[in-house]
């Protein structure tokens, strides 16, 4: 008697756990995270419960527990590769590029090809703000699945944000024909596309913002301006004084600034 309540909660674990993931699979996520406390309630040690929940958190924002959850995880199974996957993709959320390339990486050594994991890292590259090395991480990835349209969008994506958006059209164009439905290759599309609109005379926007504190990416906007033949305009007020504002790197035609600030 003794021997069967101690085994109780593994049992009910066991007996939870596929509704929890039929929750999951309808994307029932209120019901999916409650059957995944439960069975964690059960059996602490249970990985899908805790991978799930680490997935769960990281969707509500919640990227510090979420890395917790993954601690845990690396523990129990430190060589699985999803793991190691998703872990590394939360941490480049939250902030941290350096280690997730670094989680990536270890993925890659031991399954060079694998697609989620040469994306991720070029991704982790390109938000630490490499982009000319995160466009060489990209085009490194294309060489293993060229067919893959989320490496295609992220290469699309980074040269953009380089100011090329002539070769970021064509590769976002592809990324389309490749995944007709997927919707980051068909905003992405539109979005070059309209930075290329013959009709635009002039290309504004404020260098820092000061109720935001929000800086924007001056050069890489006033790349694609120039490459589109459009002059570019920054209101530079509350970054002069404080920042080196060098017209001829920053590709940018016009400035307006201030000394009362």
Known sequence: VVVIHLFLPLIAAVVQLPDAEDAFRRGDYRAARAGYEAVLAGDAANVRALYRLAILDSWDGKL?????????????????????????????????????????????????????????????????????????????????????????????????????????????????????????????????RAALRPNTCLVSIMAANNETGVINNIQAIGRVARAAGVPFHTDAVQLFGKSALKPDRLFVDAFSVSFHK
């Open 64 to 192: 510090q527990r979420s890395l917790d959850r993954f601690a845990r995880l690396r523990r129990l199974e430190p060589l699985d590769g999803d793991i190691m996957v998703a872990h590394a993709r939360v941490l480049a959320w939250a902030g941290k590029n350096h280690d997730s390339e670094l989680l990536y990486a270890s993925v890659l050594a031991r399954a060079p090809g694998r697609s989620a994991a040469l994306a991720g890292q070029a991704r982790a590259v390109a938000w630490a703000g490499d982009l000319d090395r995160a466009q060489r991480v990209w085009r490194a990835a294309l060489d293993a699945p060229p067919d893959d349209a989320a490496i295609v969008i992220g290469l699309a994506q980074t040269l953009f944000w380089m100011g090329k958006p002539e070769l970021a059209e064509s590769y976002a164009a592809r990324a389309r024909q490749l995944a007709p439905d997927d919707r980051a290759a068909r905003d992405l599309l539109s979005l070059v």
